[in-house]
């Protein structure tokens, strides 16, 4: 099938037709524990067994039929042009902080040599101290951290493709993230929008800018369909981004009339709204127990003259969700069945966090076994993946993946 855009998504569930993936490369074995806190890991994933797991993932998608990008390759492809290689070269050392001149000239002598594929690996996998040869010593910023080992750190969470970016409709919102650690990631997204072949020339509305002074990460996005977005105000996501953005979309023009806001408890293991509730056919979804007490969801509807009506749902989850989405029923499956003991470990390592990849057809983690049991038994197909390495970044398959072409719903 083709579109006219080369972005397309109107629904979480619709057959998956491209998607794009990061391959977990070097950037994971330049995590060590006084840098965990920092990179935003609680754990050292081995590299070897991650990217086993990952090539898996990737071929699993294949095998239905899904056709699998890899960021690595698309920027590559971006800079091609020399002019724009300059340019992301410098945009790229700004974001990393490197503002000492003599420090700046070292780096781009470096990159220079680099091909572009190479270029773009030693960027996600950050700069040791020790592989330049010469490095500017008299700076007050290298003194004061001399004994840090990177000139440039390394982007760990890069295999979460979900976050720097989400496509919704047509457009793209090119996010700002939470953190400092994950916004150089947007950077990439936005030259491969800007530069590369596939995309330079179609004509993409930009819903949210990576600019922006609040953050909002794509992990918290869900495109329900019918018109109606779901988006977490959470530890990421700020509750002014998701107005911004909402305004955004009525304004461009979309076929979107309705965004609800859940507001999620911020804390580590409710990262993302994907990390609590994800779609799984028209009327099922995934849900971790802990937000149903506490979870207030407010609509914001696209009024005339693009104003917009902001209400704080009183009903429970079910029925906000068979309201805005035309639904007779809904069935809220609960992560391993609300077990106070396997619900929340199995949480813990993303239980609640699937990617659809049809209607009632999504990818899992093996170690949620108690989950995806009762997944099956609610008729849904699950392709089962491997994940002891890859679950140590605190994301599942939904997280690995960045949508930009889905089929509607049927």
């Known amino acids: 099938m083709s579109y006219d855009n080369p972005l397309h998504v109107t629904s979480e569930i619709g057959r998956l037709v491209s998607v794009i993936l990061h391959r977990p490369s070097h950037e994971l074995e330049n995590l060590t524990p006084n840098l965990m806190e920092k990179l935003l890991f609680d754990e050292i994933p081995y590299l070897k067994e991650a990217i086993r797991e990952h090539d898996y993932f990737a071929s699993t998608l294949k095998r239905q039929g899904v056709e699998v990008l890899y960021l690595s390759d698309l920027i590559a492809t971006a800079i091609a042009d020399p002019k724009v290689r300059a340019m992301f070269i410098n945009d790229f050392l700004n974001e990393a902080n490197i503002y000492d001149d003599g420090m700046k000239y070292t780096l781009q002598g470096y990159f220079e040599e680099k091909d572009d594929a190479m270029l773009i690996r030693k960027m996600m996998a950050g700069i040791r101290k020790n592989e330049l040869a010469n490095i500017p010593t008299q700076s007050l910023a290298y003194l004061v951290h001399e004994t840090y080992p990177f000139v440039i750190d390394p982007m760990p969470n890069l295999y979460f493709t979900r976050d720097p970016a989400a496509i919704i409709g047509g457009g793209i919102a090119l996010n700002h993230m939470r953190t400092k650690t994950r916004n150089r990631e947007t950077l990439f997204m936005k030259y491969i929008m800007k530069h590369h072949p596939r995309f330079k020339d179609a004509d993409i509305p930009i819903l949210y800018n990576r600019d922006a002074k609040t953050s909002l990460e794509g992990g918290d996005i869900l495109v329900l369909g019918k018109g109606v977005l779901a988006i977490g105000i959470s530890e990421r996501s700020e509750a002014h981004s998701i107005e911004t953005l909402a305004r955004n979309i009525f304004k461009a023009g979309e076929e979107f009339h309705t965004v609800l806001a859940f507001n999620i408890p911020k804390k580590r293991a409710f990262m993302h709204l994907d990390t609590v509730f994800t779609m799984i056919d028209h009327d099922k979804f995934t849900i971790h127990h802990e937000i149903e007490g506490p979870l207030t969801v407010y609509s914001i509807t696209k009024q005339e003259d693009n104003q917009v009506r902001i209400?704080?749902?009183?009903?429970?989850?079910?029925?906000?969700?068979?309201?805005?989405?035309?639904?007779?029923?809904?069935?809220?499956?609960?992560?391993?069945?609300?077990?106070?003991?396997?619900?929340?470990?199995?949480?813990?390592?993303?239980?609640?966090?699937?990617?659809?990849?049809?209607?009632?057809?999504?990818?899992?983690?093996?170690?949620?076994?108690?989950?995806?049991?009762i997944l099956n038994e609610n008729g849904v197909k699950t392709h089962v993946i491997h994940s002891s390495e890859l679950s140590r970044g605190r994301g599942g398959p939904r997280c690995m993946s960045m949508p930009i072409v889905r089929e509607d719903n049927p």
């Open 311 to 373: 209400h704080e749902e009183s009903a429970t989850l079910e029925d906000i969700l068979k309201k805005y989405l035309g639904l007779s029923s809904v069935t809220l499956i609960r992560c391993a069945g609300g077990d106070k003991i396997d619900g929340p470990r199995e949480q813990w390592n993303d239980g609640s966090n699937t990617l659809a990849i049809a209607p009632g057809e999504v990818v899992v983690y093996s170690r949620n076994y108690v989950t995806n049991r």
